[in-house]
């Protein structure tokens, strides 16, 4: 039996990695809903897959994993106090999911640029899913971006070190969790039609 004593320091940084861990889960219970939904819909008379899954998804694929892997090799180097070199990659990181959230954008000007709008008669029950569950993860993409311009005005201030990574460790949780959940998402709704 550990009866270790942890310091009012190490007890804060505990609980705001589990309060992360629970956001993550409430994030994953809400898509988890949406993508059961998706699924539940498939079975509705009114089903139509005769929309071309958007190329934008595709590059927006590769962009997300390119970001949460220069995020990744920033955070590396602070851990190795070497602030100077992780500096370029937490900006590519940061412009990297800019240009993510305008491919997703591109991706919903070309399901519409092929006639079938969020609502209304042009509209079908799969492309009003997609529009939601993608919209719904760009919104989590913005909070991701908003966290990303904190670490890097943080780390440009030199407030990390190999010492107090805590904002980094729970910024870097967030973002590859959303970039692992885009992974997801792309994949249910390039596959499941």
Not at 128 to 154: D, E, K, P, R
Request: proline share 2%; charged share 10%.
């Amino acid at each position: 039996m550990d009866v270790t004593l942890k310091s009012p320091k190490e007890k804060v940084q505990r609980a705001k990695i589990s309060m992360m861990w629970f956001a993550m889960g409430s994030m994953l219970m809400t898509f988890a809903g949406l993508t059961s939904a998706y699924i539940v819909s498939k079975s509705r008379v009114d089903w139509s897959t005769q929309y071309e899954f958007p190329v934008a998804f595709f590059y927006s694929l590769g962009v997300i994993l390119a970001s949460s892997l220069c995020f990744y090799l920033g955070k590396s180097f602070v851990k190795k106090d070497q602030q100077k070199t992780a500096t370029p990659f937490f900006v590519s990181s940061l412009l990297l999911g800019g240009l993510f959230a305008y491919l997703q954008v591109v991706g919903f000007e070309q399901i519409i640029a092929q006639g079938f709008f969020p609502t209304g008669s042009s509209s079908t029950v799969i492309t009003s899913f997609v529009y939601i569950i993608v919209f719904f993860h760009l919104v989590h993409v913005i909070a991701g971006l908003l966290v990303q311009i904190v670490v890097l005005v943080n780390h440009l201030r030199g407030r990390y070190s190999k010492d107090r990574i805590l904002g980094l460790q729970l910024a870097g949780m967030f973002w590859h969790f959303v970039d692992i959940l885009w992974v997801y998402l792309f994949c249910f709704l390039y596959f499941i039609r």
